[in-house]
């Protein structure tokens, strides 16, 4: 696939056409069989209602840094509608020791 070929279709089956498998709750993900290799995953939600956003992050701070943006922001931005949350790479790193599965660790 290349950059002109990018999923349009940003659901679970879209993602599954362009070969995206191994779909995992959060909840399952130490306990289930994801790759050591690089490559690419997507964080997907399965309701396609509104979103309720929480008024400060439960990410806690990265680097010194509180990660919360404002709630007027988050609802500003939102793409109604989206299933697709994120979309990531994990590298082998430095070390050749960080592909999906200790990417989707951190």
Known sequence: M???DEP???TRNGLQHYGFRG???FASLASSD????PGVYCV????VGEPEFRPVSPAG???GKDPTASLSQLEALWVSG???VYIGKANHGGNQRRGLRKRLQE
């Open 2 to 4: 290349t950059l002109h």
């Open 8 to 10: 349009t279709d940003r």
């Open 23 to 25: 779909f995992v709750p």
């Open 34 to 37: 994801v790759p050591e290799e």
């Open 44 to 47: 997907i939600r399965p309701a």
């Open 61 to 63: 701070h990265y680097q």
């Open 82 to 84: 989206a299933t697709v």
